[in-house]
Protein backbone atom coordinates (compact mmCIF):
# COMPACT_ATOMS: atom_id res chain seq x y z
CA UNK A 1 0.00 0.00 0.00
CA UNK A 2 1.27 3.33 -0.65
CA UNK A 3 1.23 6.03 2.26
CA UNK A 4 0.40 9.92 1.97
CA UNK A 5 3.75 10.18 3.65
CA UNK A 6 5.73 8.31 0.95
CA UNK A 7 3.92 11.28 -1.57
CA UNK A 8 6.06 14.32 -0.28
CA UNK A 9 8.70 13.81 -2.84
CA UNK A 10 6.15 13.84 -5.88
CA UNK A 11 4.80 16.97 -4.15
CA UNK A 12 8.10 18.57 -4.53
CA UNK A 13 8.81 17.10 -7.99
CA UNK A 14 5.45 18.55 -8.93
CA UNK A 15 5.51 21.54 -7.37
CA UNK A 16 5.85 24.28 -10.08
CA UNK A 17 2.97 21.85 -11.76
CA UNK A 18 0.91 22.40 -8.71
CA UNK A 19 1.53 25.97 -8.09
CA UNK A 20 0.88 26.80 -12.09
CA UNK A 21 -2.76 24.76 -11.87
CA UNK A 22 -3.76 26.64 -8.26
CA UNK A 23 -3.05 30.06 -9.94
CA UNK A 24 -5.22 28.79 -12.91
CA UNK A 25 -7.85 27.14 -10.44
CA UNK A 26 -7.84 30.61 -8.89
CA UNK A 27 -8.38 32.41 -12.10
CA UNK A 28 -11.64 30.69 -12.74
CA UNK A 29 -13.79 31.01 -9.53
CA UNK A 30 -14.14 33.60 -6.98
CA UNK A 31 -12.10 33.21 -3.84
CA UNK A 32 -13.68 33.79 -0.46
CA UNK A 33 -12.12 36.75 1.27
CA UNK A 34 -10.87 33.86 4.17
CA UNK A 35 -11.52 30.68 4.98
CA UNK A 36 -10.17 27.61 6.88
CA UNK A 37 -10.21 23.48 6.35
CA UNK A 38 -10.18 20.40 8.65
CA UNK A 39 -7.66 17.69 7.62
CA UNK A 40 -7.47 14.63 8.83
CA UNK A 41 -4.31 12.47 7.87
CA UNK A 42 -4.45 8.45 9.39
CA UNK A 43 -1.41 7.83 7.78
CA UNK A 44 -1.98 6.22 4.05
CA UNK A 45 -5.00 8.54 3.87
CA UNK A 46 -5.42 12.40 3.86
CA UNK A 47 -8.59 14.01 3.70
CA UNK A 48 -10.39 17.73 3.44
CA UNK A 49 -13.42 16.88 6.30
CA UNK A 50 -14.91 20.27 6.64
CA UNK A 51 -13.97 23.86 5.02
CA UNK A 52 -15.80 26.96 6.75
CA UNK A 53 -16.04 30.11 5.12
CA UNK A 54 -15.63 32.44 8.44
CA UNK A 55 -13.21 31.00 10.32
CA UNK A 56 -12.12 31.44 13.41
CA UNK A 57 -8.31 30.85 14.80
CA UNK A 58 -7.02 34.09 13.81
CA UNK A 59 -5.93 34.69 17.25
CA UNK A 60 -2.93 31.73 16.02
CA UNK A 61 -1.45 34.33 13.34
CA UNK A 62 2.09 34.97 14.41
CA UNK A 63 3.04 38.54 15.15
CA UNK A 64 5.90 38.10 12.23
CA UNK A 65 2.92 37.37 9.68
CA UNK A 66 0.19 40.33 10.15
CA UNK A 67 2.01 42.38 8.20
CA UNK A 68 2.04 40.31 5.24
CA UNK A 69 -1.15 39.02 5.86
CA UNK A 70 -2.72 42.37 5.89
CA UNK A 71 -1.22 43.26 3.07
CA UNK A 72 -2.82 40.32 0.94
CA UNK A 73 -6.21 41.57 2.88
CA UNK A 74 -5.62 44.82 1.57
CA UNK A 75 -5.26 43.80 -1.85
CA UNK A 76 -8.32 41.34 -1.75
CA UNK A 77 -10.67 44.01 -0.63
CA UNK A 78 -9.87 46.70 -3.12
CA UNK A 79 -9.75 44.18 -6.02
CA UNK A 80 -13.50 43.37 -5.44
CA UNK A 81 -14.55 46.82 -3.70
CA UNK A 82 -11.61 49.34 -5.06
CA UNK A 83 -13.78 51.97 -3.72
CA UNK A 84 -14.08 50.24 0.21
CA UNK A 85 -12.76 52.43 3.48
CA UNK A 86 -14.45 51.15 5.81
CA UNK A 87 -14.74 47.59 6.69
CA UNK A 88 -17.47 46.57 9.77
CA UNK A 89 -16.74 42.75 10.93
CA UNK A 90 -19.78 41.10 11.88
CA UNK A 91 -18.92 38.36 15.00
CA UNK A 92 -20.83 35.83 15.97
CA UNK A 93 -22.51 35.77 19.69
CA UNK A 94 -19.52 34.19 21.29
CA UNK A 95 -19.50 36.21 24.70
CA UNK A 96 -18.05 33.62 27.04
CA UNK A 97 -15.05 32.67 24.61
CA UNK A 98 -12.29 34.62 25.14
CA UNK A 99 -10.31 32.78 22.73
CA UNK A 100 -12.69 33.61 19.99
CA UNK A 101 -13.04 37.09 21.06
CA UNK A 102 -8.98 37.29 20.91
CA UNK A 103 -9.38 35.61 17.02
CA UNK A 104 -11.91 38.61 16.34
CA UNK A 105 -9.79 41.50 17.70
CA UNK A 106 -6.15 40.06 15.94
CA UNK A 107 -8.98 39.83 12.62
CA UNK A 108 -9.63 43.75 13.16
CA UNK A 109 -5.94 44.30 13.81
CA UNK A 110 -5.34 42.90 10.67
CA UNK A 111 -8.04 45.31 8.57
CA UNK A 112 -6.53 48.55 10.29
CA UNK A 113 -2.98 47.28 9.24
CA UNK A 114 -4.60 47.31 5.71
CA UNK A 115 -5.25 50.70 5.76
CA UNK A 116 -9.24 50.25 6.67
CA UNK A 117 -11.47 52.03 9.49
CA UNK A 118 -13.01 48.70 11.19
CA UNK A 119 -15.72 48.66 13.28
CA UNK A 120 -16.81 45.48 15.35
CA UNK A 121 -20.31 44.57 16.50
CA UNK A 122 -23.67 43.13 15.86
CA UNK A 123 -27.41 43.83 16.54
CA UNK A 124 -27.25 40.38 18.86
CA UNK A 125 -24.19 42.09 20.91
CA UNK A 126 -26.14 45.09 21.66
CA UNK A 127 -25.77 46.02 25.10
CA UNK A 128 -22.31 44.69 25.17
CA UNK A 129 -19.85 47.79 25.80
CA UNK A 130 -16.97 45.44 25.19
CA UNK A 131 -15.81 41.61 25.22
CA UNK A 132 -13.40 40.13 27.51
CA UNK A 133 -10.33 38.42 24.77
CA UNK A 134 -7.22 36.88 25.91
CA UNK A 135 -5.20 39.65 25.97
CA UNK A 136 -8.03 42.36 26.98
CA UNK A 137 -11.25 44.16 26.53
CA UNK A 138 -12.56 44.13 22.53
CA UNK A 139 -14.41 47.55 22.30
CA UNK A 140 -17.89 47.10 20.49
CA UNK A 141 -19.75 49.43 18.43
CA UNK A 142 -23.04 50.48 18.32
CA UNK A 143 -25.27 48.29 15.53
CA UNK A 144 -28.59 48.88 14.54
CA UNK A 145 -30.98 47.37 11.36
CA UNK A 146 -32.60 50.17 9.48
CA UNK A 147 -34.84 48.39 7.03
CA UNK A 148 -32.83 46.37 4.68
CA UNK A 149 -29.76 47.84 5.92
CA UNK A 150 -26.92 47.44 8.65
CA UNK A 151 -25.90 50.94 10.28
CA UNK A 152 -22.88 51.61 12.49
CA UNK A 153 -22.95 55.00 13.83
CA UNK A 154 -26.24 56.24 11.68
CA UNK A 155 -23.92 55.25 8.52
CA UNK A 156 -23.75 52.41 6.38
CA UNK A 157 -19.79 50.82 5.76
CA UNK A 158 -18.85 50.26 2.22
CA UNK A 159 -17.78 47.05 3.64
CA UNK A 160 -19.62 44.18 5.74
CA UNK A 161 -17.31 41.16 6.67
CA UNK A 162 -19.01 38.23 8.13
CA UNK A 163 -17.16 36.32 10.60
CA UNK A 164 -20.81 34.41 11.14
CA UNK A 165 -21.14 31.14 9.89
CA UNK A 166 -25.26 31.56 9.74
CA UNK A 167 -26.51 28.89 11.56
CA UNK A 168 -29.55 30.42 12.50
CA UNK A 169 -30.11 31.77 8.91
CA UNK A 170 -29.82 35.02 7.30
CA UNK A 171 -28.85 37.82 9.59
CA UNK A 172 -31.46 40.75 9.25
CA UNK A 173 -30.32 44.08 7.84
CA UNK A 174 -27.93 43.19 5.15
CA UNK A 175 -29.82 42.81 2.38
CA UNK A 176 -28.51 46.20 0.79
CA UNK A 177 -25.17 46.44 2.35
CA UNK A 178 -21.48 45.01 0.31
CA UNK A 179 -21.26 41.69 1.97
CA UNK A 180 -18.07 38.92 1.91
CA UNK A 181 -18.37 36.41 2.44
CA UNK A 182 -21.84 36.24 0.70
CA UNK A 183 -24.45 35.27 2.90
CA UNK A 184 -25.38 32.42 1.13
CA UNK A 185 -22.17 30.66 1.90
CA UNK A 186 -24.08 30.18 5.66
CA UNK A 187 -24.20 26.82 7.06
CA UNK A 188 -27.84 27.43 6.25
CA UNK A 189 -27.45 26.30 3.13
CA UNK A 190 -24.89 24.76 2.31
CA UNK A 191 -24.14 21.10 2.57
CA UNK A 192 -21.09 18.85 3.16
CA UNK A 193 -22.00 16.18 0.60
CA UNK A 194 -22.52 19.14 -1.87
CA UNK A 195 -18.71 20.69 -0.61
CA UNK A 196 -17.45 17.14 -1.72
CA UNK A 197 -19.57 17.29 -5.08
CA UNK A 198 -17.51 20.27 -5.87
CA UNK A 199 -14.34 19.29 -4.81
CA UNK A 200 -13.80 15.84 -6.43
CA UNK A 201 -13.10 17.20 -9.77
CA UNK A 202 -10.15 18.80 -8.30
CA UNK A 203 -9.00 15.90 -6.26
CA UNK A 204 -9.01 14.16 -9.40
CA UNK A 205 -6.70 16.77 -11.54
CA UNK A 206 -4.29 16.78 -8.85
CA UNK A 207 -4.45 12.74 -8.22
CA UNK A 208 -3.47 12.85 -12.15
CA UNK A 209 -0.68 15.19 -11.46
CA UNK A 210 1.18 13.57 -8.68
CA UNK A 211 -0.19 10.13 -10.33
CA UNK A 212 -1.78 8.48 -7.45
CA UNK A 213 -5.27 7.16 -7.03
CA UNK A 214 -7.72 10.03 -6.18
CA UNK A 215 -8.95 7.79 -2.67
CA UNK A 216 -5.89 8.85 -0.84
CA UNK A 217 -7.11 12.30 -1.39
CA UNK A 218 -10.98 12.11 -0.32
Excluded at 36 to 51: E, L, N, P, Q
Excluded at 59 to 72: A, H, P, T, Y
Aim: charged share 25%; aromatic share 6%.
Amino acid sequence: MTFVHDLAQRLEDNRERITEWMKQKRSEVPIPIYGSVDIRDSGWKVAVVDANHFPAGFNNVSKDDESRISSLLGEHILRKHPECKWVHLYPESHTRNPGYVENIATIKRLIIGAGFRCTVGSPELEGHGSLDGTTGPLVLDQVIVDGDSLLIEHEKPDLVMLNNDLTEGMLPGLETNQVSPPPHMGWQRRRKSEHYACLQSYVNEIAEILDIDPWHLL
